[in-house]
C-alpha cells in the first residue's frame, strides 16, 4: 500500500485544517487507517485510528472532542479533520495503514504532512 498524505500547513490558534490520506496498491477497504503525529524532538504518538467499516473510531486523550477521523473505502481516502487547533498540535502527522485487525500495528506509513499551529 502507497499512502500519501496531504493537507497541512500554518494555521492560527482555533482554527482548522483536514488531511486527507490517499491509498493505493491494495484493497483500502483492507485495513485500519491511523494517524499519527511527531513534534520535534518528541517521539511519534498515536492520535486517531478508524477501522475497516469505520465501526470503530479511537482517538488521543488530547484531540477527543476537536478532530475527527473518517474514511471513504470508494475514495480510498482517510481524512483527519482538525477544529480548534492549538500550538501544541503543531508536528509532522502521519497516516498509517495496518492489516492487523487492531488499532496499534501499522504495516505501511505515508510521507507525512506539516502542521503547524501559531499562537
Known amino acids: 500500500v502507497q499512502l500519501q498524505a496531504s493537507g497541512g500547513g500554518l494555521v492560527q490558534a482555533g482554527g482548522s485544517l483536514r488531511l486527507s490520506c490517499a491509498a493505493s496498491g491494495r484493497t483500502f477497504s483492507n485495513y485500519v487507517m491511523g494517524w499519527f503525529r511527531q513534534a520535534p524532538g518528541k517521539e511519534r504518538e498515536f492520535v486517531a485510528a478508524?477501522?475497516?467499516?469505520?465501526?470503530?473510531?479511537y482517538y488521543a486523550d488530547s484531540v477527543k472532542g476537536r478532530f475527527t477521523i473518517s474514511r471513504d473505502n470508494a475514495k480510498n481516502t482517510v481524512y483527519l479533520q482538525m477544529n480548534s487547533l492549538k500550538p501544541e498540535d503543531t508536528a509532522v502527522y502521519y497516516c498509517a495503514a495496518g492489516s492487523n485487525g487492531n488499532r496499534w500495528l501499522y504495516d505501511y506509513w505515508g510521507q507525512g504532512t506539516q502542521v503547524t499551529v501559531s499562537s
Open positions: 478508524i477501522t475497516l467499516s469505520g465501526g470503530s473510531i
